[in-house]
């Protein structure tokens, strides 16, 4: 079982900006391509943004496109998602995920051997 750990979220103003982090334990995330996804009380969970292993695919959801920025550090062995102005609609709890699917264009999903951390929440309120 691969073991990631989300780190970042908190209670944020409309406008604001908060980075998550990904972290791994035990095992490599620079093999691996990652996912974030997030899920909203009383929503079906969605996927907001992925990127491969080599860092040279990305994709996102259109409601955050050119609001979040996916990277990773692979000297640090960690993901991160910026995400930058900041709408009370993204409030939710923040997952990162190993291997999602994460095509060139399409949605973001959960793969068959997908992993998930335990997730953060994230709270954009005035």
């Known amino acids: 079982q691969l073991q990631l750990v989300e780190s970042g979220g908190g209670l944020v103003q409309p406008g604001g900006s908060l980075r998550l982090s990904c972290a791994a334990s035990g095992f490599t995330l620079n093999y691996y391509t990652i996912g974030w996804f997030r899920q909203a009380p009383g929503k079906e969970r969605e996927g907001v943004s992925c990127i491969s292993s080599s860092g040279g695919r990305t994709n996102y959801l259109d409601s955050v496109k050119g609001r979040f920025t996916i990277s990773r550090d692979s000297a640090k062995n960690t993901v991160y998602l910026q995400m930058n102005s900041l709408k009370p609609e993204d409030t939710a709890v923040y997952y990162c995920?190993?291997?999602?699917?994460?095509?060139?264009?399409?949605?973001?999903?959960?793969?068959?051997?997908?992993?998930w951390g335990q997730g953060t929440q994230v709270t954009v309120s005035s």
């Open positions: 995920a190993t291997d999602p699917v994460c095509p060139h264009f399409g949605a973001v999903v959960a793969g068959t051997m997908t992993s």
